[in-house]
């Protein structure tokens, strides 16, 4: 530049000729005259397209082959290396790599998507699933969250579910809207299954039952990307890897999920004090205006479930998503409606619930309560040793010793009195039931009956009585009057057992 700008000078400013100046520099004439053309160095120009003789006739091969990639495995496309390789061994191709290399590169260049900026009114939303590793009660297993954006104010929601199932994306809407306390005038997805049942001809979904009833719930309307296209939906999907990226790293750690969730929920709390690039307000100063553009919330809640009928099997079972769930024998072969819940199962027949149960993410797994079948096994008491719904069912010492000093008293019939006592259970709390036990152990009376009464008085706070004449079908003692004769017989026996002196130590 320095050499260019005392050309210039001499010329331009100086007034000496061209020749003097080319002559003194060391320069032709000619590029004297270019360097007074232009203020600074114009540089290499290329006049005419580059001429690839021997790759002329087969540049239409690498097109056709580039084209086919675009339908591939991304790791399985073509490489400039590859593309040479068989142009020599199928074509016949004569020349070097050096200029099948350049043509590639410059053709994958062009046809590179080029996209435009948009802008996003308030009040509408985006949403997406993501997967990311966490440790739930110390096991490590793969979290499916699901991430809202506001595009136009950044402002973001993110919870997490064992499963990307109906339940979870209903879920999902629910707690976002609470969040937000509000309902997004319109919200735009991908065309995932829980959402669409099928992409007509027109290009118009038909969407699936449960995603229209949530629909005409929160009256929002939807829209729905084109098929395979991320970047129509890019700002929900740069929060599912910024949410991956920040909020789960290191790998999240908590006792349950409604922990993490929680501590979810704090993140994008704290998120809302930030000030992006570009802006001048926080990400919660923006949140004010879609706020104000978004729909109010429903006055009744949404029941976010997923709910299919099914049919009570001969073992009292119902089969949800693989998995089989337990209700009262007395339901059994009925028709029943079974409502999946992101927590929970729950299993009507009619207007009543008959059963509640933890939700099983597992496969191909039998989920019981006991108490479902403990007024069939009063009638079947043979099987209490089996019971596979008994298996495994944690109960206090206090049971299992009042069941032993039963089968002493009562051999045959100990198994159906104590099935009787865990009966109990069905109407009492469990702590209210170990009490009685144990106050019957302690005070000897080994009965149902005796339990009975003893958390009827625990309930209704008054003391027991066990007066044998309140309990006409127990064993009554034999107490006889005592003769004065009977002492002289002291004095020779060898000592005996005291008579019963009341109706109470009978028991």
Same mark, same amino acid.
């Given at each position: 530049?320095?050499?260019?700008?005392?050309?210039?000078?001499?010329?331009?400013?100086?007034?000496?000729?061209?020749?003097?100046?080319?002559?003194?520099?060391?320069?032709?004439?000619?590029?004297?005259?270019?360097?007074?053309?232009?203020?600074?160095?114009?540089?290499?120009?290329?006049?005419?397209?580059?001429?690839?003789?021997?790759?002329?006739?087969?540049?239409?091969?690498?097109?056709?082959?580039?084209?086919?990639?675009?339908?591939?495995?991304?790791?399985?496309?073509?490489?400039?290396?590859?593309?040479?390789?068989?142009?020599?061994?199928?074509?016949?191709?004569?020349?070097?790599?050096?200029?099948?290399?350049?043509?590639?590169?410059?053709?994958?260049?062009?046809?590179?998507?080029?996209?435009?900026?948009?802008?996003?009114?308030?009040?509408?939303?985006?949403?997406?699933?993501?997967?990311?590793?966490?440790?739930?009660?110390?096991?490590?297993?793969?979290?499916?969250?699901?991430?809202?954006?506001?595009?136009?104010?950044?402002?973001?929601?993110?919870?997490?579910?064992?499963?990307?199932?109906?339940?979870?994306?209903?879920?999902?809407?629910?707690?976002?809207?609470?969040?937000?306390?509000?309902?997004?005038?319109?919200?735009?997805?991908?065309?995932?299954?829980?959402?669409?049942?099928?992409?007509?001809?027109?290009?118009?979904?038909?969407?699936?039952?449960?995603?229209?009833?949530?629909?005409?719930?929160?009256?929002?309307?939807?829209?729905?990307?084109?098929?395979?296209?991320?970047?129509?939906?890019?700002?929900?999907?740069?929060?599912?890897?910024?949410?991956?990226?920040?909020?789960?790293?290191?790998?999240?750690?908590?006792?349950?999920?409604?922990?993490?969730?929680?501590?979810?929920?704090?993140?994008?709390?704290?998120?809302?004090?930030?000030?992006?690039?570009?802006?001048?307000?926080?990400?919660?100063?923006?949140?004010?205006?879609?706020?104000?553009?978004?729909?109010?919330?429903?006055?009744?809640?949404?029941?976010?479930?997923?709910?299919?009928?099914?049919?009570?099997?001969?073992?009292?079972?119902?089969?949800?998503?693989?998995?089989?769930?337990?209700?009262?024998?007395?339901?059994?072969?009925?028709?029943?409606?079974?409502?999946?819940?992101?927590?929970?199962?729950?299993?009507?027949?009619?207007?009543?619930?008959?059963?509640?149960?933890?939700?099983?993410?597992?496969?191909?797994?039998?989920?019981?309560?006991?108490? *479902?079948?403990? =007024?069939?096994?009063? $009638?079947?008491?043979? +099987?209490? @040793?089996?019971? !596979?719904? %008994? &298996?495994?069912?944690?109960?206090?010492?206090?049971?299992?010793?009042?069941?032993?000093?039963?089968?002493?008293?009562?051999?045959?019939?100990?198994?159906?009195?104590?099935?009787?006592?865990?009966?109990?259970?069905?109407?009492?709390?469990?702590?209210?039931?170990?009490?009685?036990?144990?106050?019957?152990?302690?005070?000897?009376?080994?009965?149902?009956?005796?339990?009975?009464?003893?958390?009827?008085?625990?309930?209704?706070?008054?003391?027991?009585?066990?007066?044998?004449?309140?309990?006409? *079908?127990?064993? =009554?003692?034999?107490? $006889?009057?005592?003769? +004065?004769? @009977?002492?002289? !017989?002291? %004095? &020779?026996?060898?000592?005996?057992?005291?008579?019963?002196?009341?109706?109470?130590?009978?028991?």
């Amino acid at each position: 530049m320095d050499l260019y700008a005392r050309v210039r000078r001499a010329v331009l400013v100086e007034n000496r000729s061209r020749r003097a100046v080319a002559r003194e520099f060391g320069l032709a004439r000619k590029t004297v005259s270019k360097m007074l053309e232009y203020s600074l160095p114009p540089g290499y120009r290329r006049q005419k397209p580059i001429w690839r003789p021997k790759l002329g006739p087969w540049q239409g091969v690498i097109d056709a082959i580039l084209e086919e990639d675009k339908q591939q495995p991304k790791k399985q496309r073509h490489t400039a290396k590859r593309i040479f390789e068989r142009l020599r061994a199928e074509h016949s191709y004569s020349g070097g790599y050096t200029i099948v290399k350049d043509y590639v590169r410059q053709a994958k260049l062009s046809s590179q998507e080029v996209y435009i900026p948009l802008t996003h009114a308030p009040g509408e939303a985006q949403a997406d699933f993501g997967e990311a590793q966490v440790a739930i009660a110390g096991v490590e297993q793969k979290a499916h969250f699901m991430a809202f954006d506001l595009p136009h104010s950044d402002d973001c929601y993110v919870q997490a579910f064992p499963a990307e199932t109906t339940e979870a994306f209903l879920e999902g809407h629910v707690r976002a809207f609470a969040y937000w306390g509000a309902v997004p005038t319109r919200i735009l997805y991908d065309n995932t299954t829980l959402a669409v049942a099928r992409i007509l001809g027109d290009g118009e979904r038909k969407k699936t039952q449960a995603f229209s009833e949530l629909q005409s719930h929160y009256l929002f309307a939807e829209k729905f990307g084109r098929p395979g296209r991320g970047n129509d939906k890019g700002a929900v999907e740069n929060l599912v890897g910024l949410a991956r990226r920040n909020f789960m790293v290191p790998i999240p750690r908590a006792a349950s999920w409604e922990e993490l969730n929680a501590h979810l929920e704090a993140d994008c709390r704290e998120r809302r004090q930030r000030r992006l690039r570009g802006h001048t307000e926080t990400i919660g100063e923006r949140f004010a205006r879609d706020r104000a553009a978004m729909l109010p919330l429903p006055v009744a809640p949404y029941e976010a479930c997923e709910k299919v009928t099914a049919r009570v099997s001969s073992l009292s079972l119902v089969r949800y998503r693989t998995n089989d769930y337990s209700v009262p024998t007395q339901y059994g072969y009925r028709q029943v409606l079974v409502k999946g819940h992101v927590d929970r199962v729950e299993i009507g027949c009619g207007s009543e619930v008959i059963a509640r149960h933890e939700r099983s993410y597992e496969r191909e797994t039998a989920v019981y309560d006991p108490l *479902h079948y403990l =007024a069939l096994l009063e $009638r079947k008491s043979r +099987a209490l @040793d089996q019971a !596979a719904p %008994l &298996s495994g069912w944690q109960l206090p010492e206090c049971f299992p010793h009042l069941r032993r000093l039963l089968e002493a008293r009562l051999r045959r019939q100990a198994a159906r009195e104590y099935i009787q006592v865990l009966r109990l259970l069905e109407n009492f709390a469990l702590q209210e039931v170990t009490a009685a036990i144990e106050d019957a152990l302690r005070l000897k009376t080994i009965s149902f009956d005796a339990v009975r009464h003893l958390v009827l008085c625990r309930i209704e706070r008054r003391p027991p009585r066990l007066d044998l004449a309140n309990w006409p *079908h127990l064993p =009554a003692a034999s107490v $006889r009057t005592t003769q +004065a004769a @009977d002492y002289l !017989a002291l %004095l &020779s026996a060898p000592p005996v057992a005291a008579p019963i002196a009341s109706p109470e130590a009978a028991l």
